[in-house]
Each structure stands twice: as C-alpha cells, then as structure tokens.
C-alpha cells in the first residue's frame, strides 16, 4: 500500500508570493495534518482536518490555510510569503479510531525555499 | 502549545550499545506518546507509542520507559547499528490528537561502528 505522498519534492518562492502544497493521505485514513518543520528543529503543528472539516489549529497567522477535498487529500496554502517560511512542510495522515487520530504516519515533505 | 523538552540535543554509542533518549513534558492532559525516526530528507516515521496506562513498551529493540507521576518518559535503544544512525524525536498529544502533536526538539544520534 501506498503511504502518505506530497507534492511538489521542492519549490523556491520569493517573498510576497503565494505557494499551495498538496498531500494524499494512506487509502482508508480521513483524517489529514500539516506540520512545519524548520531545519534542526521538530515538526511542529499548523492544521488538522478530518471529514473536510478543520478540527485543529497551531499557532500560526492567518496566512496559512488549508481544506480537504472529498477524497480525503489535502491542500495547504501559504499567503504573502516571508524568508521565515523557509521550512520542511510535512503532511500526516490517521485512521479514525473511535474519534482518535493522534496515531500519525508522515509524508516525505515538501521543501520550500524562499527568497 | 505546552513543552515537550527532550535530551540529549546529540548522542554518539558504540555499535552494539544502549542508547538512551529522554523526554519531560509539562500538560498532564498529554495521554499518547510516540517516538519518530527520521533520517534527512525524508518524513519521520512512526517507531514505537505508549499510553499513560502502562509503564514499559517494547518492540524488537525499542523500549519505551514510562514514569506518569515524574512527567517522563524515554526510548531505550538495544544493541544500537549503524543504520539506527538517524535524528529521533518524542512527540505527545491529548484528546485524540484533534490539536496535533507536540515535539521535542529532536537527538541527533550517532552510532560509531
């Protein structure tokens, strides 16, 4: 079976642009997350959907966004870009387990670069 | 979000040795606790999970230490291979995960062959 794929693998952006990432989660899993991951640090938190619907929410501006599509897959945009979104953009996805979907499994990320 | 503090920032062991990670975290609401491994480039990827209902998981040659009343907990490591090399990260959540997981910082670990 297929594990969690995003795209694009890497992107440069200047500043002030506008970037969207997509991600597919494992087949069956409804539940979709998005980590940012900045080089030497751990992932942390930005959004979590399940069933189309935010459920989540880090502690990041308004200019990340996200929804979820109904085949489960997911799109994270990022408005306005600073030279401190430079960072690994990672997607997870879970099964639903009677409302628990704390059981992530991650996607290789996507690299954005900006400039 | 609350801390997950995690210690060493780096660890080098020889093949065949223990290695030792721990984790502190501060919200007693925090009732999941999986460690990643991840190797640069790539997405971490899930090792091993404990609930606080238990104080010592194994899997192969992962032992996950939990300790609910000093807040802690840690990945013990047997027998440690070349190919363990790789950062590690501790990670907890609550309430079925809806707010995401919470990360340490990350072990940079070293196995010297």
């Known amino acids: 079976d297929a594990g969690v794929t995003q795209s694009p693998t890497h992107l440069i952006k200047t500043r002030g642009q506008h970037v969207t990432l997509r991600c597919s989660p494992i087949?069956?899993?409804?539940?979709v997350s998005w980590y940012q991951q900045v080089l030497g640090q751990g992932p942390q938190f930005i959004f979590q959907?399940?069933?189309?619907?935010?459920?989540g929410r880090g502690n990041f501006p308004d200019r990340f966004s996200a929804r979820q599509f109904p085949n489960y897959s997911s799109e994270l945009n990022v408005n306005a870009l600073l030279l401190g979104d430079s960072a690994l953009y990672l997607c997870?996805?879970?099964?639903?387990?009677?409302?628990?979907?704390?059981?992530?499994?991650f996607g290789p990320g996507t690299r954005l670069t900006v400039l | 979000q609350q801390q997950v503090k995690q210690s060493p920032q780096s660890l080098i062991v020889q093949k065949g040795g223990i290695s030792i990670i721990n984790c502190a975290y501060e919200?007693?609401?925090?009732?999941?606790f999986p460690w990643y491994q991840q190797f640069p480039g790539k997405g971490p990827a899930l090792l091993i999970a404990?609930?606080?209902d238990v104080s010592e998981k194994k899997e192969g040659r992962f032992t996950i230490s939990f300790n609910k009343s000093a807040k802690q907990f840690s990945l013990h490591i047997m027998d440690s291979q070349p190919g363990d090399s790789a950062t590690y990260f501790c990670?907890?959540?609550w309430g079925g995960g809806a707010d995401g997981l919470t990360f340490g910082k990350g072990t940079h670990l070293i196995i010297q062959p």
């Open positions: 990670a907890a959540s």
């Open positions: 919200n007693t609401a925090f009732d999941y």
């Open positions: 404990i609930r606080p």
């Open positions: 087949s069956g899993h409804k539940s």
């Open positions: 959907y399940y069933e189309k619907e935010e459920r």
């Open positions: 997870a996805s879970s099964l639903d387990r009677g409302g628990r979907v704390d059981t992530q499994y």
